[in-house]
Protein backbone atom coordinates (compact mmCIF):
# COMPACT_ATOMS: atom_id res chain seq x y z
CA UNK A 1 0.00 0.00 0.00
CA UNK A 2 1.35 3.56 -1.09
CA UNK A 3 -0.34 5.54 2.13
CA UNK A 4 2.89 7.13 3.49
CA UNK A 5 4.09 10.07 1.68
CA UNK A 6 7.97 10.33 2.03
CA UNK A 7 9.76 13.14 1.50
CA UNK A 8 13.62 12.74 0.51
CA UNK A 9 15.82 14.51 3.00
CA UNK A 10 18.80 14.42 1.44
CA UNK A 11 21.13 17.70 2.85
CA UNK A 12 23.96 17.09 0.95
CA UNK A 13 21.94 17.71 -2.36
CA UNK A 14 19.75 20.35 -0.62
CA UNK A 15 23.04 22.22 -0.13
CA UNK A 16 24.86 21.89 -3.39
CA UNK A 17 21.39 22.66 -4.52
CA UNK A 18 21.46 26.13 -2.80
CA UNK A 19 25.66 26.67 -4.07
CA UNK A 20 24.53 25.82 -7.57
CA UNK A 21 21.07 28.29 -7.59
CA UNK A 22 23.86 31.12 -6.15
CA UNK A 23 26.01 30.65 -8.50
CA UNK A 24 23.22 30.48 -11.36
CA UNK A 25 21.97 33.66 -9.50
CA UNK A 26 25.58 35.34 -9.42
CA UNK A 27 25.88 34.15 -13.48
CA UNK A 28 22.64 36.06 -13.98
CA UNK A 29 23.30 39.00 -11.98
CA UNK A 30 26.59 39.57 -13.81
CA UNK A 31 24.88 39.43 -17.42
CA UNK A 32 22.65 42.33 -16.49
CA UNK A 33 25.78 44.23 -15.05
CA UNK A 34 28.02 44.03 -17.46
CA UNK A 35 26.37 43.94 -20.86
CA UNK A 36 22.35 44.70 -19.39
CA UNK A 37 20.70 41.50 -20.64
CA UNK A 38 18.54 39.38 -19.11
CA UNK A 39 20.11 35.69 -18.65
CA UNK A 40 17.16 33.98 -20.48
CA UNK A 41 18.68 30.44 -22.09
CA UNK A 42 15.88 29.77 -24.56
CA UNK A 43 16.04 33.38 -25.31
CA UNK A 44 19.49 33.66 -25.96
CA UNK A 45 19.78 30.71 -27.74
CA UNK A 46 16.55 31.45 -29.82
CA UNK A 47 18.20 34.68 -31.30
CA UNK A 48 21.07 32.86 -31.74
CA UNK A 49 19.16 30.36 -34.40
CA UNK A 50 16.80 32.86 -35.25
CA UNK A 51 18.11 36.19 -35.97
CA UNK A 52 21.06 36.05 -38.42
CA UNK A 53 21.78 39.71 -38.54
CA UNK A 54 23.50 41.08 -35.75
CA UNK A 55 23.47 41.13 -31.88
CA UNK A 56 24.16 37.07 -32.49
CA UNK A 57 27.78 36.83 -31.54
CA UNK A 58 27.58 37.83 -27.95
CA UNK A 59 24.71 34.96 -28.18
CA UNK A 60 26.54 32.33 -29.73
CA UNK A 61 29.71 32.92 -26.99
CA UNK A 62 27.47 32.82 -24.18
CA UNK A 63 26.51 29.12 -25.60
CA UNK A 64 30.04 28.38 -25.89
CA UNK A 65 30.59 29.54 -21.99
CA UNK A 66 28.04 27.09 -21.13
CA UNK A 67 29.31 24.18 -23.37
CA UNK A 68 32.67 25.08 -21.62
CA UNK A 69 31.25 24.96 -18.54
CA UNK A 70 30.36 21.57 -19.46
CA UNK A 71 33.53 20.47 -20.21
CA UNK A 72 34.72 21.40 -16.88
CA UNK A 73 32.66 20.00 -15.47
CA UNK A 74 33.25 16.75 -16.96
CA UNK A 75 37.02 17.08 -16.04
CA UNK A 76 36.05 18.25 -12.16
CA UNK A 77 32.75 17.02 -11.32
CA UNK A 78 31.79 14.25 -13.59
CA UNK A 79 29.02 13.69 -11.00
CA UNK A 80 27.42 16.27 -12.40
CA UNK A 81 25.84 14.01 -15.16
CA UNK A 82 24.19 11.03 -14.79
CA UNK A 83 26.83 8.01 -15.15
CA UNK A 84 25.55 4.86 -17.98
CA UNK A 85 22.26 3.82 -17.15
CA UNK A 86 21.70 6.02 -14.17
CA UNK A 87 19.55 8.62 -16.11
CA UNK A 88 15.28 8.08 -16.51
CA UNK A 89 14.24 5.67 -18.23
CA UNK A 90 13.25 7.30 -21.39
CA UNK A 91 12.99 6.15 -25.51
CA UNK A 92 14.64 8.23 -27.96
CA UNK A 93 10.81 8.50 -29.24
CA UNK A 94 10.10 9.93 -25.57
CA UNK A 95 13.24 12.60 -25.38
CA UNK A 96 12.50 13.56 -29.01
CA UNK A 97 9.10 14.49 -28.17
CA UNK A 98 10.50 16.02 -25.07
CA UNK A 99 12.84 18.28 -26.70
CA UNK A 100 10.61 19.42 -29.82
CA UNK A 101 8.08 20.48 -26.34
CA UNK A 102 10.56 21.74 -24.97
CA UNK A 103 11.77 24.19 -27.73
CA UNK A 104 8.79 24.90 -29.23
CA UNK A 105 7.15 25.95 -25.85
CA UNK A 106 10.18 28.02 -24.71
CA UNK A 107 9.68 30.02 -27.59
CA UNK A 108 6.12 30.17 -27.57
CA UNK A 109 5.85 31.35 -23.81
CA UNK A 110 9.27 33.60 -24.14
CA UNK A 111 11.24 31.85 -21.71
CA UNK A 112 12.55 28.97 -19.63
CA UNK A 113 13.15 28.45 -16.29
CA UNK A 114 15.97 30.50 -16.20
CA UNK A 115 14.62 33.69 -18.03
CA UNK A 116 10.59 33.72 -16.28
CA UNK A 117 12.12 30.96 -13.13
CA UNK A 118 14.83 32.72 -12.24
CA UNK A 119 15.15 36.10 -13.09
CA UNK A 120 11.66 37.04 -14.03
CA UNK A 121 10.24 35.99 -11.03
CA UNK A 122 12.93 38.22 -9.28
CA UNK A 123 11.84 40.90 -10.69
CA UNK A 124 7.98 39.76 -9.85
CA UNK A 125 7.19 39.85 -13.56
CA UNK A 126 3.50 38.99 -13.33
CA UNK A 127 4.45 37.21 -17.01
CA UNK A 128 6.81 34.98 -15.24
CA UNK A 129 4.96 34.57 -12.55
CA UNK A 130 1.63 32.55 -14.70
CA UNK A 131 4.65 31.19 -16.92
CA UNK A 132 6.42 29.42 -14.20
CA UNK A 133 2.98 28.22 -12.43
CA UNK A 134 1.92 27.00 -16.16
CA UNK A 135 5.85 24.96 -16.83
CA UNK A 136 5.84 23.52 -13.00
CA UNK A 137 2.25 22.32 -13.28
CA UNK A 138 2.18 20.42 -16.95
CA UNK A 139 5.84 19.65 -15.76
CA UNK A 140 4.43 18.05 -12.51
CA UNK A 141 1.11 16.66 -14.37
CA UNK A 142 3.17 15.03 -17.22
CA UNK A 143 5.83 13.15 -14.54
CA UNK A 144 2.65 12.07 -12.62
CA UNK A 145 1.22 10.63 -15.40
CA UNK A 146 4.15 8.90 -17.07
CA UNK A 147 4.49 7.28 -13.58
CA UNK A 148 0.46 5.89 -12.98
CA UNK A 149 0.12 4.95 -16.41
CA UNK A 150 3.71 3.69 -17.79
CA UNK A 151 5.39 2.59 -14.79
CA UNK A 152 7.77 5.74 -15.03
CA UNK A 153 8.98 3.95 -17.94
CA UNK A 154 8.48 5.81 -21.31
CA UNK B 1 45.72 59.84 -23.23
CA UNK B 2 41.63 58.92 -22.98
CA UNK B 3 40.63 56.65 -20.38
CA UNK B 4 37.51 55.82 -21.92
CA UNK B 5 37.19 52.68 -23.57
CA UNK B 6 36.14 52.56 -27.28
CA UNK B 7 33.04 51.09 -28.56
CA UNK B 8 35.26 48.66 -30.11
CA UNK B 9 36.61 47.24 -26.81
CA UNK B 10 33.27 47.69 -25.00
CA UNK B 11 31.82 45.34 -27.47
CA UNK B 12 35.32 42.87 -26.96
CA UNK B 13 34.73 43.22 -23.16
CA UNK B 14 30.64 42.12 -23.73
CA UNK B 15 31.69 39.10 -25.68
CA UNK B 16 34.21 38.38 -22.93
CA UNK B 17 31.36 38.80 -19.99
CA UNK B 18 29.07 36.84 -22.56
CA UNK B 19 31.55 33.87 -22.22
CA UNK B 20 32.48 34.31 -18.55
CA UNK B 21 28.64 33.86 -17.11
CA UNK B 22 27.70 31.16 -19.72
CA UNK B 23 30.72 29.28 -18.21
CA UNK B 24 30.20 30.43 -14.35
CA UNK B 25 25.68 29.56 -15.35
CA UNK B 26 27.09 26.36 -16.55
CA UNK B 27 28.91 25.12 -13.76
CA UNK B 28 26.29 26.58 -11.61
CA UNK B 29 23.60 24.14 -12.93
CA UNK B 30 26.28 21.35 -12.67
CA UNK B 31 26.91 21.75 -9.10
CA UNK B 32 22.50 21.84 -8.03
CA UNK B 33 21.62 18.79 -9.70
CA UNK B 34 19.85 20.34 -12.47
CA UNK B 35 21.83 18.19 -14.79
CA UNK B 36 20.47 15.11 -13.48
CA UNK B 37 17.22 14.54 -14.93
CA UNK B 38 16.49 11.42 -12.69
CA UNK B 39 16.39 13.94 -9.88
CA UNK B 40 14.64 17.07 -11.95
CA UNK B 41 12.03 14.10 -12.52
CA UNK B 42 12.07 13.19 -8.46
CA UNK B 43 11.22 17.03 -7.65
CA UNK B 44 8.35 17.47 -10.21
CA UNK B 45 6.77 14.23 -8.67
CA UNK B 46 4.92 16.05 -6.32
CA UNK B 47 2.13 13.41 -6.26
CA UNK B 48 3.96 10.48 -6.26
CA UNK B 49 4.13 9.63 -2.90
CA UNK B 50 8.59 10.15 -2.47
CA UNK B 51 9.23 13.85 -3.45
CA UNK B 52 12.52 15.26 -4.10
CA UNK B 53 12.44 18.86 -2.89
CA UNK B 54 16.27 19.16 -3.26
CA UNK B 55 15.83 21.43 -6.82
CA UNK B 56 13.77 23.81 -4.91
CA UNK B 57 16.47 25.16 -3.40
CA UNK B 58 18.35 26.00 -7.11
CA UNK B 59 15.51 28.33 -7.88
CA UNK B 60 15.79 29.63 -3.71
CA UNK B 61 19.24 30.25 -4.18
CA UNK B 62 19.29 31.83 -7.54
CA UNK B 63 16.23 34.27 -6.78
CA UNK B 64 17.62 35.02 -3.39
CA UNK B 65 20.94 36.28 -5.11
CA UNK B 66 18.79 37.77 -8.17
CA UNK B 67 16.34 39.80 -6.44
CA UNK B 68 19.12 41.52 -4.50
CA UNK B 69 21.45 41.82 -7.56
CA UNK B 70 18.63 43.14 -10.01
CA UNK B 71 17.51 46.17 -7.75
CA UNK B 72 21.39 47.30 -7.17
CA UNK B 73 22.38 46.98 -10.54
CA UNK B 74 19.28 48.49 -12.40
CA UNK B 75 20.08 51.69 -9.63
CA UNK B 76 22.96 52.37 -12.19
CA UNK B 77 21.93 54.25 -15.36
CA UNK B 78 23.92 51.83 -17.44
CA UNK B 79 25.57 48.33 -17.73
CA UNK B 80 29.14 48.50 -17.00
CA UNK B 81 30.28 47.32 -20.93
CA UNK B 82 26.63 48.28 -22.98
CA UNK B 83 25.02 51.17 -23.80
CA UNK B 84 21.91 50.40 -22.12
CA UNK B 85 19.50 48.04 -19.62
CA UNK B 86 17.66 45.69 -22.22
CA UNK B 87 14.41 44.46 -19.82
CA UNK B 88 10.94 42.58 -20.77
CA UNK B 89 8.68 45.49 -20.50
CA UNK B 90 5.46 43.30 -20.94
CA UNK B 91 3.27 43.02 -18.40
CA UNK B 92 -0.48 41.38 -19.97
CA UNK B 93 -1.04 37.79 -19.63
CA UNK B 94 -1.68 36.24 -22.67
CA UNK B 95 -2.36 32.80 -24.66
CA UNK B 96 0.61 32.68 -26.01
CA UNK B 97 2.25 32.65 -22.45
CA UNK B 98 0.66 29.87 -21.09
CA UNK B 99 0.14 27.48 -23.55
CA UNK B 100 3.82 27.84 -24.04
CA UNK B 101 4.54 27.58 -20.69
CA UNK B 102 2.64 24.13 -20.33
CA UNK B 103 3.80 22.81 -23.58
CA UNK B 104 7.64 23.44 -22.15
CA UNK B 105 6.44 21.91 -18.69
CA UNK B 106 5.03 19.15 -20.54
CA UNK B 107 8.66 18.45 -22.48
CA UNK B 108 10.59 19.12 -18.94
CA UNK B 109 8.51 16.60 -17.25
CA UNK B 110 8.70 13.94 -19.79
CA UNK B 111 12.45 14.32 -20.65
CA UNK B 112 13.79 15.82 -17.29
CA UNK B 113 16.07 18.81 -19.17
CA UNK B 114 15.09 22.65 -19.62
CA UNK B 115 17.07 24.22 -21.80
CA UNK B 116 20.38 25.31 -19.97
CA UNK B 117 20.68 21.78 -17.89
CA UNK B 118 20.33 20.32 -21.86
CA UNK B 119 23.19 22.44 -23.51
CA UNK B 120 25.73 22.27 -20.45
CA UNK B 121 25.37 18.41 -20.70
CA UNK B 122 26.46 18.10 -24.44
CA UNK B 123 30.40 17.98 -23.24
CA UNK B 124 29.39 14.58 -21.50
CA UNK B 125 29.08 12.85 -24.58
CA UNK B 126 25.30 10.87 -24.30
CA UNK B 127 22.94 9.85 -27.00
CA UNK B 128 19.80 10.72 -25.29
CA UNK B 129 21.52 14.04 -24.31
CA UNK B 130 22.11 14.85 -28.42
CA UNK B 131 18.69 13.00 -29.11
CA UNK B 132 17.36 15.90 -26.61
CA UNK B 133 19.15 18.48 -28.21
CA UNK B 134 18.77 18.15 -31.27
CA UNK B 135 14.91 18.34 -31.12
CA UNK B 136 14.95 21.09 -28.83
CA UNK B 137 16.74 23.20 -31.52
CA UNK B 138 14.27 22.08 -33.99
CA UNK B 139 11.55 22.85 -31.54
CA UNK B 140 12.40 26.72 -31.79
CA UNK B 141 13.33 26.51 -35.01
CA UNK B 142 9.70 25.04 -35.99
CA UNK B 143 8.18 27.98 -33.67
CA UNK B 144 9.45 30.67 -35.45
CA UNK B 145 8.08 28.66 -38.83
CA UNK B 146 4.65 28.08 -37.50
CA UNK B 147 4.54 31.80 -35.57
CA UNK B 148 5.84 33.35 -39.46
CA UNK B 149 2.75 30.97 -41.24
CA UNK B 150 0.13 32.41 -38.94
CA UNK B 151 1.34 36.36 -39.05
CA UNK B 152 1.13 36.04 -43.14
CA UNK B 153 -2.39 33.71 -43.06
CA UNK B 154 -3.91 36.32 -40.79
CA UNK B 155 -2.72 39.19 -43.06
CA UNK B 156 -3.62 37.21 -46.70
CA UNK B 157 -6.27 38.90 -48.51
CA UNK B 158 -6.42 42.35 -46.62
CA UNK B 159 -2.79 43.41 -47.29
CA UNK B 160 -0.97 44.05 -50.29
CA UNK B 161 2.71 42.56 -50.30
CA UNK B 162 4.67 45.53 -49.54
CA UNK B 163 1.97 46.22 -45.69
CA UNK B 164 2.83 42.10 -45.36
CA UNK B 165 6.25 42.36 -45.63
CA UNK B 166 6.40 45.43 -42.69
CA UNK B 167 4.18 44.09 -40.72
CA UNK B 168 6.22 40.41 -40.24
CA UNK B 169 9.15 42.76 -39.66
CA UNK B 170 6.76 45.00 -37.12
CA UNK B 171 5.84 41.18 -35.37
CA UNK B 172 9.55 39.77 -35.22
CA UNK B 173 10.76 43.25 -33.51
CA UNK B 174 8.11 42.83 -30.96
CA UNK B 175 8.65 39.66 -29.97
CA UNK B 176 12.67 40.04 -30.32
CA UNK B 177 12.32 43.02 -27.27
CA UNK B 178 10.13 40.78 -25.34
CA UNK B 179 11.79 37.57 -24.84
CA UNK B 180 12.71 37.07 -21.28
Known sequence: MELDYIMIIDTTAWLLAAIGGILIGLASVALLLFNGRIAGISGITGGMLLRPQGDTLWRTLFFGGLILGGLVLTLVYPDAFPSAGEGPARSYGALVVAGLLVGFGTRMGSGCTSGHGICGLSRFSPRSLVATGSFMFAGAVIVGVVRAAFGGVI | ?180
Not at chain 2, 129 to 143: A, D, E, N, Q, R
Open chain 2, 1 to 180: MSTHTTQKESMTLQYIAALGVGLLFAIGLGVSGMTQPAKVIGFLDFFGGSWDPALAFVMGGGVLVYTIGYRLTVRRNTPVFAKKFQLPTRRDIDKRLVIGGLLFGAGWGLGGYCPGPALTSIASVSTDVFVFVTSMLSGMLLFSTVDKMLANKTSQGTVNKDKKDKKEKATSMSTATTNA
